[in-house]
């Protein structure tokens, strides 16, 4: 139980970290008078965890048992964290800097029991980011087509994920252009099919963006769209600057050290003081 508890620690003092860096940066802007800072509250923030699986086997970086899930969760509420849903986050329905959206990647099968056994308890309702021919082909490791839909009517956020989980990378689209326009268009349909509602978010798949994607998903009715990679980035919709077509998402890897998240945690700052220099 100790490694589940630094595990959730180490999470939790990340983020507060990060959060803080941002709080910090905007009140150094307000005393410093920046045009930008604006004078009444400042904008609500929130940060977006992406999971995967939940086989507890060692076996993938991207992999937690049930347990160490549980622990991040406990752990960030313990340190003042709100779990809200992304669609309340992206409507802007919440407040102050401390809230964090849960999604999962994929459609594996053991996020039935992540959900019921560890979210669902804790009030979390997360967003599945789905690539539905799993589903749809009953894969063995896949949630069942059933259960994917027990799932939204649940209450969980049902998003594409591409279709095949393919790339849709600048160069996919030159090796296979049939297979990437696939990937955009097919995932909407499969999960009408599949659950009753038309996703309007997209992640893309392998968290990775290319402008051609990112073109044609307004097109197909996706309204926002994410990236993904190792790195905590609060997102501000009051934002001037962010690109609704590549919206932030942490991966959660087993590796990820409070050092690293730290190191991460200092550019975000520099950032957030729009070209201030880098505080010592």
């Not at 591409?162 to 499969?190: I, T």
Request: net charge neutral; hydrophobic share 45%; proline share 6%.
């Amino acid at each position: 139980m100790k490694r589940l508890s630094v595990l959730g620690l180490t999470l939790a003092l990340a983020l507060t970290l990060v959060l803080a860096a941002a709080a910090a940066a905007q009140a150094q802007a307000r005393a410093d008078g920046r045009s930008d800072a604006g004078s009444g509250p400042a904008a609500p923030e929130f940060v977006i965890l992406d999971y995967h699986t939940f086989l507890g086997n060692g076996a993938s970086n991207i992999d937690f048992s049930l347990e160490e899930l549980a622990s991040h969760m406990d752990a960030l509420a313990r340190a003042g964290f709100r779990f809200v849903r992304l669609e309340d986050a992206l409507a802007g329905r919440i407040e102050g800097a401390n809230n964090v959206v849960v999604t999962i990647d994929d459609g594996h099968q053991t996020v039935y029991r992540a959900f019921r056994e560890v979210l669902e308890p804790r009030g979390i309702m997360p967003f599945l980011f789905i690539y539905p021919a799993i589903v749809e082909n009953r894969v063995r490791y896949a949630l069942t087509p059933e259960r994917l839909a027990e799932l939204a009517a649940a209450g969980c956020g049902i998003g594409a994920h591409g279709y095949n989980h393919s790339s849709l990378s600048e160069q996919a689209w030159k090796k296979d252009y049939v297979q990437f326009n696939r990937e955009l268009k097919l995932p909407g349909p499969a999960l009408e099919r599949l659950t009753g509602l038309r996703p309007a978010l997209y992640a893309y798949p392998f968290g990775v963006k290319s402008e051609r994607a990112a073109a044609e998903l307004p097109e197909l009715g996706y309204a926002r769209a994410f990236v993904a990679d190792d790195r905590v980035r609060p997102i501000a919709l009051g934002d001037p600057d962010l690109d609704p077509l590549a919206l932030p998402r942490t991966i959660m890897y087993r590796g990820l050290s409070a050092a690293a998240l730290g190191s991460m945690t200092k550019r975000l700052a520099a950032a957030e003081e729009s070209g201030r220099p880098e505080r010592p």
